[in-house]
């Protein structure tokens, strides 16, 4: 019997590349939606032209003069004239502040634009690093064009962007961790197996993280592996280690902030319900809705995951196919972790743990945002399920899938409309902004810390980017 050959259409959309011809056609559409991607958050902050007065904005904005007003003076932004923010002035000890090496930058652009840079450059690497996981996984165009859609346009990030949580940015890097953490996980299905290259991956990501400010997602991702070793302890090496050097490479915001940043004892709650959970995925909210200030928790920012309920049916029908099949990308431990972090997100349970006082775990005031690394991890499964329901169905699938496109599409611009940041600037006026200066900081333990601290994080850095190089010189 003669194997037919897929049409244009399947070769390019729903199977693997046949010819070159289809491959750069895929490669073609590819390209489309990371363009498409540049220009949404462009669009998000209006081409840069935003006041930056809503929410934390202010605060971004006060941090951003304030790194511009240290390049221009020569000056190291050691202290500022009063405690404005999080009732302390030594600026470097605040593990929130981005201090990625695109701020130098700001000599030469507004805060507006150099936000947009900041963000799109984060969107790039996110881009690679969602393709990279789908060439792992093996998985086709239309499973990465919804995963993508998923992860790139859902209310969780939108919505902390929107209000000013610059440094939420590094969620794009989320993809990486999940690379590196599959990484552990082949390496220690047996016996423990110690995987030099995915640690010092892993640990590198982290001092991405809190180089960008991104101490949350930093500290959450480190719970998640600590957690998985409760149903794996075989990658006990691997978690240990990449956990020990990130937080060397790290140190350069970890100790002056241990030091010097006042902590804040108040803990919000997670999704009261059952019924809030599911609401955060398929309502469209806006940043003022009130309906929950009955649990006197946090703004809907915090809860906010919308994809839209077409997207959202996609979502679950994916992840069932694929946990049907049996093929499911994740080792049973990872899941069992995930439903771990879906429980620290509802309530107060969060609370047991805050109370132990856990070296930086009280750091996490907002426990609904736990619920993002079961999102993403269950988002990533569920592109391998769109392989599984196509592969099933067939024809039908196909059809099912194209024809809930548009409307997935349509749910997703209706919250980007409502959340982007013009919109939400409308409705604040005459914000006053705070007119704060650089002073000289007479603290010799507070300098002394601040430099001590990065010389170490630097000199990690540097033993880390050798032994990399070391790694795939020996594997070339």
């Not at 919505?159 to 590094?170: C, K, R, S, V």
């Not at 429980?343 to 996490?364: D, K, M, R």
């Not at 980007?416 to 604040?428: D, G, H, N, P």
Request: hydrophobic share 55%; charged share 10%.
């Amino acid at each position: 019997m003669i194997e037919q050959k897929p049409s244009f259409l399947d070769a390019v959309f729903w199977e693997y590349p046949s010819t070159k011809t289809h491959a750069r056609i895929q490669a073609y559409f590819f390209s489309t939606l990371f363009l498409v991607g540049i220009i949404y958050w462009i669009g998000f902050f209006n081409s840069g032209k935003v006041s930056l007065n809503a929410f934390d904005w202010v605060k971004e904005d006060a941090y951003l003069n304030t790194l511009r007003l240290a390049q221009t003076s020569n000056v190291i932004p050691w202290q500022w004239s009063e405690p404005y923010y999080h009732n302390t002035d030594k600026f470097l000890a605040n593990p929130e502040v981005v201090l990625t090496p695109d701020i130098l930058f700001l000599r030469w652009v507004s805060n507006s634009v150099f936000i947009i840079m900041h963000v799109v450059l984060f969107y790039v690497a996110g881009f690679w690093g969602s393709f990279l996981l789908a060439k792992k996984l093996n998985v086709r165009f239309v499973s990465f064009f919804f995963f993508w859609l998923i992860f790139n346009y859902n209310g969780h990030i939108s919505a902390q962007i929107a209000i000013g949580h610059f440094q939420w940015t590094g969620y794009f890097l989320i993809p990486f961790f999940f690379i590196f953490l599959l990484q552990f996980v082949e390496k220690s299905q047996d016996a423990p197996t110690f995987n030099k290259t995915a640690v010092l991956r892993m640990a590198l990501l982290f001092g991405i993280l809190f180089l960008n400010g991104s101490v949350h997602l930093a500290i959450i991702c480190s719970m998640f592996l600590i957690t998985a070793l409760l149903f794996r302890w075989a990658m006990y090496q691997n978690v240990i280690t990449s956990i020990f050097i990130g937080s060397l490479l790290g140190l350069n915001r970890l100790l002056p902030a241990a030091l010097w940043f006042p902590p804040k004892d108040s803990i919000g709650q997670g999704y009261p319900t059952f019924n809030s959970l599911l609401d955060g995925f398929t309502a469209f909210r806006l940043y003022n809705f009130s309906g929950l200030q009955e649990y006197h928790i946090w703004g809907w920012w915090e809860y906010d995951f919308y994809i839209g309920f077409i997207m959202f049916i996609i979502f679950a029908v994916s992840v069932v196919v694929v946990f049907r099949q049996h093929k499911a990308p994740f080792q049973p431990y990872l899941l069992k972790t995930a439903g771990v972090f879906v429980l620290l997100a509802l309530g107060n349970v969060y609370n047991i743990i805050n109370i132990l006082h856990l070296p930086l775990v009280g750091i996490e005031r907002a426990p609904s945002r736990f619920i993002v690394m079961p999102f993403v991890l269950f988002s990533i499964i569920s592109m391998a399920g769109i392989n599984e329901f196509t592969n099933l169905w067939g024809k039908w699938a196909k059809i099912i899938v194209t024809s809930a496109l548009p409307f997935a599409i349509g749910e997703l611009y209706f919250h980007f409309a409502f959340w982007r940041v013009q919109y939400i600037e409308s409705s604040f006026r005459n914000v006053e902004k705070p007119m704060l200066s650089l002073i000289p900081c007479s603290n010799q333990i507070y300098i002394t810390t601040v430099y001590a601290s990065w010389i170490a994080s630097l000199i990690a850095l540097i033993l880390v980017i050798v032994f990399l190089q070391k790694t795939y010189i020996n594997r070339g």
